[in-house]
């Protein structure tokens, strides 16, 4: 369609998202509570329930999801795909597009600040990008917009991949990464490199997958160009 998009990141998503009622969590306070945090009354040791998700909850992305496709719903957008979301004329036609990865969000519609003060108007976002020629990163990729047509590419995110190592790995013997177990003589330093590594090559592949076109359809794909 060769219109234009924007990115979008939703502010503390975690926390704009109501526990659910038949899910009931206490947390208590840490013992070492700043003194800002005395000063506000709370005291070491004190219960809570929740009344929002939380950061480092187990449950908080999958409630964050959940709340996003209700709060898209209630815009009249329809679900295609896991994170990929469409809007229609009452023809069928498409008038918007969609994609979310947890609080990271991509949109391109015919009316693009039309779509972006409706998403913005209930959920609390940080300013939006509107795509340009300059390359604006997300989720591990370059996005760029050129008038009739968009790429996106992870070049420049794959060369960083293998930064931990000096010289190019191949063979299985050459990934031998740290145990994290107990009783690992390995530093904390050298495990979280490794995490880190793996993390990377786990998101360079789902990246692939996007580009190849998993959950966009046929619809947008002829005014994307993948390199």
């Not at 990929?84 to 036609?93: A, G, M, Q, S």
């Amino acid at each position: 369609y060769g219109w234009n998009w924007a990115t979008i990141d939703v502010k503390t998503a975690f926390l704009q998202v109501p526990m659910p009622e038949d899910q009931v969590i206490h947390v208590r306070l840490p013992s070492d509570l700043p003194a800002q945090a005395i000063r506000l009354g709370l005291q070491s040791g004190a219960t809570f329930k929740l009344k929002r998700a939380l950061y480092g909850l187990r449950e908080s992305p999958r409630l964050f999801n959940l709340h996003l496709e209700k709060v898209l719903k209630s815009l009249s957008w329809s679900k295609i795909d896991h994170g990929f979301f469409v809007k229609r004329n009452p023809d069928e036609t498409p008038l918007a597009f969609l994609s979310a990865y947890v609080d990271d969000i991509c949109i391109t519609a015919k009316d693009l600040r039309v779509e972006i003060q409706s998403l913005t108007g209930v959920l609390k976002c940080s300013p939006h990008t509107i795509g340009s020629e300059t390359p604006t990163t997300l989720i591990g990729s370059d996005y760029a917009y050129f008038g009739d047509h968009s790429t996106i590419s992870v070049s420049s995110y794959l060369r960083k991949v293998p930064e931990f190592n000096s010289k190019p790995r191949t063979r299985k013997e050459d990934f031998k990464l740290p145990a994290t177990s107990a009783n690992s003589s390995s530093s904390p330093e050298e495990i979280k490199k490794a995490q880190t590594y793996i993390g990377q090559l786990v998101l360079s592949f789902c990246s692939f997958l996007v580009m190849l076109g998993k959950g966009l359809k046929s619809e947008v794909l002829p005014s994307v160009k993948f390199f």
